[in-house]
């Protein structure tokens, strides 16, 4: 036989050609549905392949090995194609591995008993030669084993078209179209076995032929048309340069994608997440936030803030969840943003507005809103306190502004643990300078009653000067309560005469007046 061959160098540089495109499937994105589409392409052009070179050479016992070499595409194709239709239709990896491991099984069988034919002669009753075209290639007759292995093979082929066919309901129009030209590709073979010997043209490698016209129609729909999960390469290069954490949800709720930032942050609080076992994840194997699983499972369209403790540590996360899909079968868009600078920015600044950056309690400004709003909310009665240091401009002359700041910082932590808000439901802060401020949702004698008390409280407690000297504090205070509702400016006009009146009376003790 000549080389030049027209027939065969056709079917063999499709071969090359289609085992170099099921090469470039592998490369990233990576997921199940291009691992097994490359997969079925390899086996495709090992079938090809093996067909031109039985066409070529003229010895029998090489084309019957040929032969046997290509009963492994042709008995393990149609479990691959199976994965493929299966895990685009419902994507999940370790399901469908397992189905695949279960249908695959008696394909295995079947290679093994092809193989080792000449010892039993189970599935071959006569391997012959025939010459078409003038190409000569081997003729084969079953068993009635080999025939059911045959038959077994076709109900895979037929399933793999059944679970395309059966996903399409629900399915917008171009991913309908997608499904229906695949199962044709798929069913090419199934048809030229069936439908050729009926004619009475003959083909020589009419079965490769057909592998050729399926692997070329199935990488025509693979770039044409989007799977969900199967993604064009611009695509993913725009969602792998985005910073925010991509992931979508099929509609069992498993992960049909995600990105590289969305990896890194689920990385940091699952670090054994394993990247290449990632997707077909379920959503509440990902996550536990209620809010989220709550956004997925009901098709929620919402927006919120995530905190979450990482090694005694807080991130912010902006969780973003929108249905995108059609006819029912939502894909869920999870979108996860840290904003965990943003966060701590917004918290330094929310501080230096609303407390004093000296002793760290409320400044005169968060003081007054928090009074407001007690008062708005009608939790009557309301004690408020004055305080103020005794003597305190005596720290500064005697020991300098140092000395006079540490004196503050002491006395707000003191009068912090004190009026405890947990216990007294108060609310400490400076009002300014050496004048210090606590509400008490408490009445007039229960208010005067906690003052005292703080006063002795407060002769047990030494301020260290310098490290070595100890010095002892007092306080006066004025005290005015309220049971309905006044301007601050009135309290504060009220509780400052008590004030008044305490430092007239000697200092270190507590007045009163009702507003």
Not at 261 to 285: F, N, P, T
Not at 292 to 307: A, C, D, M, N, P
């Amino acid at each position: 036989m000549q080389w030049f061959e027209p027939y065969p160098l056709y079917i063999s540089i499709m071969a090359f050609f289609i085992f170099f495109l099921s090469i470039v499937l592998l490369k990233k994105p990576s997921n199940l549905v291009r691992l097994f589409l490359s997969i079925c392409l390899m086996l495709s052009s090992l079938f090809m392949i093996s067909t031109a070179l039985e066409l070529y050479i003229d010895d029998f016992n090489a084309m019957q090995w040929l032969r046997n070499i290509q009963q492994i595409a042709l008995f393990l194709c149609p479990v691959f194609l199976f994965g493929f239709a299966k895990e685009i239709a419902e994507p999940n990896a370790i399901k469908n591995i397992k189905y695949m491991i279960y249908l695959g099984a008696p394909a295995v069988i079947g290679i093994f008993l092809i193989f080792t034919n000449p010892i039993h002669h189970w599935m071959r009753s006569s391997v012959t030669t025939d010459t078409i075209w003038g190409l000569t290639e081997i003729t084969i007759t079953p068993t009635p084993l080999g025939i059911t292995f045959i038959a077994y093979l076709l109900f895979l082929t037929l399933l793999a078209v059944f679970t395309f066919i059966r996903n399409m309901h629900d399915l917008p129009s171009h991913l309908r179209n997608s499904h229906l030209l695949s199962s044709i590709a798929i069913l090419i073979p199934l048809v030229s076995l069936c439908v050729l010997p009926l004619l009475s043209v003959k083909i020589p490698g009419q079965v490769a032929l057909s592998f050729s016209l399926m692997s070329v129609l199935l990488i025509f729909i693979f770039k044409r048309y989007d799977f969900n999960s199967i993604w064009p390469v611009s695509r993913h290069q725009i969602l792998e340069s985005l910073d925010e954490g991509i992931m979508l949800f099929g509609p069992n709720y498993n992960l049909l994608e995600i990105n590289q930032a969305g990896y890194k942050l689920l990385k940091r609080w699952m670090s054994y997440l394993d990247e290449d076992m990632i997707i077909g994840q379920k959503v509440d194997q990902l996550f536990t936030d209620e809010r989220i699983l709550k956004g997925v499972y009901q098709h929620l369209s919402t927006s919120f803030e995530w905190k979450v403790e990482l090694a005694g540590k807080y991130i912010y996360l902006q969780v973003n969840i929108v249905p995108i899909g059609y006819y029912g079968r939502d894909i869920m868009l999870v979108v996860l943003t840290d904003i965990t600078e943003k966060k701590l920015i917004e918290n330094r600044l929310y501080t230096l507005a609303h407390y004093d950056s000296l002793t760290n309690i409320c400044n005169r400004h968060s003081f007054i809103e928090k009074y407001n709003a007690m008062a708005e909310h009608k939790k009557f009665p309301i004690s408020f306190l004055i305080l103020d240091i005794d003597h305190f401009k005596q720290f500064n002359d005697q020991y300098g502004h140092i000395v006079g700041d540490q004196v503050l910082k002491e006395f707000a932590v003191a009068l912090t643990e004190f009026f405890k808000p947990a216990k007294n439901y108060s609310i400490v802060g400076r009002i300014g300078g050496e004048e210090f401020g606590v509400l008490l949702h408490k009445d007039a004698a229960q208010a005067g009653e906690q003052a005292n008390l703080f006063q002795q409280n407060l002769t047990e407690h030494s301020i260290s000067i310098n490290g070595e000297k100890q010095e002892k504090i007092t306080v006066s205070i004025g005290l005015t309560t309220t049971n309905e509702p006044i301007s601050f400016e009135q309290m504060y006009k009220e509780a400052d005469k008590a004030l008044y009146q305490a430092k007239r009376a000697g200092r270190d003790r507590v007045e009163m007046i009702n507003a």
